[in-house]
């Protein structure tokens, strides 16, 4: 588990420094790092999340800069799933949202997307229809947990708000053991 989390950690901070040197990009070449625009495949229509991105960030000063965007593009590739999208064919829960928020785990997942929505008094429909809020409640909780798990550590701070908000159960000893395996 703490596996996962590292590795979320070391995204943000290549994340980070690439922003640093990625000054001017090629005219062929796509930045991925970080990208707050993503183009749906379906329409070709390319959905600019950034002022959604910012005013989380202004909002809640205390989470650091590129992790937000690093949650929906290791997550969703930032995709804001629609409510009505297509279930799983090999019956894995659904994500929803510009964030993969799960909101029926099937007994083996958590539910945070009702955890983020009880944490920011936002409804699941909201959530699951409103990118802006999605990205919004998601800070929110956040924040929630940084405040909630204090420690002496900054980093130790973001990975337990990571491992507050993430799907991944972690009351069983055999799941943890699968997690932390890889």
Not at 29 to 40: A, G, L
Not at 156 to 161: L, Q, R, V, Y
Request: net charge negative; with cysteine; hydrophobic share 40%.
């Amino acid at each position: 588990m703490k596996y996962i989390v590292t590795c979320w950690l070391c995204i943000l901070l290549i994340l980070n420094v690439n922003n640093l040197f990625a000054q001017k990009e090629h005219k062929h070449s796509r930045k991925f790092i970080p990208q707050t625009t993503y183009t749906e495949y379906t329409s070709f229509k390319s959905i600019d999340y950034s002022s959604y991105f910012e005013l989380a960030y202004l909002q809640f000063p205390q989470i650091p800069r590129g992790l937000l965007e690093s949650v929906a593009q290791t997550n969703t590739g930032f995709f804001h799933v629609p409510e009505n999208a297509a279930p799983s064919c090999t019956g894995m829960p659904q994500a929803f949202g510009l964030m993969g928020l799960i909101e029926d785990g099937k007994g083996y997942f958590r539910n945070n997307l009702l955890t983020v929505a009880s944490i920011s008094g936002y409804s699941v429909k909201e959530l699951k229809s409103s990118p802006d809020k999605h990205i919004l409640a998601y800070a929110q909780a956040f924040s929630y947990y940084l405040d909630l798990y204090k420690s002496s550590s900054l980093l130790e701070n973001w990975e337990n708000a990571l491992l507050g908000l993430s799907e991944l159960p972690l009351d069983n000893s055999v799941q943890d053991f699968a997690a932390s395996s890889f």
